[in-house]
Nanobody
């Protein structure tokens, strides 16, 4: 089992920045690929960014150039730095862990999920 706890969400004005953190406990964190997803009201959960166990990164087109995913295996933590935020970035953001490291853009590939943290971007 892997337990994931997100933090760092909040209310920010358009153009601002936030950094989300996801602390993992349980099995060896470095063996897992990690992803960030988000879900806005009335919409399906969508891929935001992912990082493999080796550090390769992947981004949704909508956030490329604005968001950066990183991981600190010593701290069992994955981060999502979000810059130039837009109102359409408003959603609950979820952290997830995947054992296989394949098809990291797909929701159903992930084995463990956090409870989510709310990000609200005002215009």
């Amino acid at each position: 089992q892997v337990q994931l706890v997100e933090s760092g969400g909040g209310l920010v004005q358009a153009g601002g920045s936030l950094r989300l953190s996801c602390a993992a406990s349980g099995r060896t964190f470095s063996n897992y690929a990690m992803g960030w997803f988000r879900q806005a009201p009335g919409k399906e959960r969508e891929f935001v960014a992912a990082i493999s166990w080796s550090g390769s990164t992947y981004y949704a087109d909508s956030v490329k150039g604005r968001f950066t995913i990183s991981r600190d295996n010593a701290k069992n933590t994955v981060y999502l730095q979000m810059n130039s935020l837009k109102p359409e970035d408003t959603a609950v953001y979820y952290c997830a862990a995947d054992r296989t490291g394949l098809r990291l853009r797909l929701v159903y590939e992930y084995d463990y999920w956090g409870q989510g943290t709310q990000v609200t971007v005002s215009s």
